[in-house]
């Protein structure tokens, strides 16, 4: 099993920056692909961003191309999510993922095994 707990949600103006964290623990970290999906009120949990362990691949969604960023720390087991020029769309709850598998489509929630709780993420306007 592999325990997922995310952090540094909170509110903040557009605009502005947050920086979320995921820490992972329960299994290799350096052979897990990592995701970051949200869900706003009222709506399906979509894909944001992730990383494949295999290769390194980043991908995001159209949506926050440009602006947000995925990294990891394999020494730590930790997966970030730079959020920047934040926008009042970016609302939801931001929830982190992970799957051994290397070659899965990372966009899909059906391919991960794992996932945190969630973090709030409010956007002010």
């Known amino acids: 099993q592999v325990q997922l707990v995310e952090s540094g949600g909170g509110l903040v103006q557009a605009g502005g920056s947050l920086r979320l964290s995921c820490a992972a623990s329960g299994h290799t970290f350096s052979r897990l692909s990592m995701g970051w999906f949200r869900q706003a009120p009222g709506k399906e949990r979509e894909f944001v961003a992730s990383?494949?362990?295999?290769?390194?691949?980043?991908d995001y969604a159209n949506a926050v191309k440009g602006r947000f960023t995925i990294s990891r720390d394999n020494s730590r087991s930790m997966v970030y999510l730079q959020m920047d020029s934040l926008k009042p769309e970016d609302t939801a709850v931001y929830s982190c993922a992970a799957t051994p598998g290397g070659f899965s489509d990372l966009r899909i929630v059906s391919s991960f095994t794992f996932w945190g709780q969630g973090t709030h993420v409010t956007v002010s306007s």
């Open positions: 990383m494949a362990w295999t290769n390194g691949l980043t």
